[in-house]
């Protein structure tokens, strides 16, 4: 993986709004109202689109030159750069919600003593897989 990604991106300005695409990540579909939304959307579907193929194990493809790509009418072209140590950190310390099953009669228990589920499992895994905190840090 690599840290950084930079990427053409065609913004095509209409009466409605601003629509973005990159040529080189088909479904890579930003949109904006103004030109200061479209570079911050392009950015973060950047990141966001190259983190779900890094998880997905799809090899990231090399960016096309600009001078390769044409544009239309009211459509321009501008690098986007895509950070990613920092997005993947966020990303894999974002929450996540799991449905667990356990007895009524625990459940109960666990009530009457103010059980922060949430915060029991997360330590109980933790101690399972003998892992830290900075366990997210060796998925990057």
């Not at 193929?53 to 960016?63: F, K, L, Q, V």
Request: glycine residues 4%.
């Amino acid at each position: 993986m690599k840290d950084e990604y930079i990427f053409p991106a065609i913004f095509h300005e209409a009466e409605d709004g601003i629509s973005i695409y990159f040529p080189d990540l088909p479904g890579c579909l930003p949109c904006a109202s103004d030109m200061e939304e479209a570079f911050q959307n392009a950015k973060e579907a950047l990141q966001l689109h190259i983190f779900g193929m890094e998880e997905d194990g799809e090899s990231i493809p090399s960016p096309s030159s600009v001078s390769s790509l044409t544009c239309g009418k009211g459509d321009s072209i501008a690098m986007i750069r895509a950070w990613m140590p920092p997005f993947r950190e966020k990303m894999l310390n974002k929450s996540t919600n799991k449905t667990v099953t356990i007895p009524r009669w625990l459940d109960i228990l666990a009530k009457r003593e103010k059980v922060n589920y949430s915060h029991l499992l997360q330590e109980a895994l933790k101690t399972y897989l003998g892992v830290q905190d900075s366990a997210a840090r060796h998925f990057q």
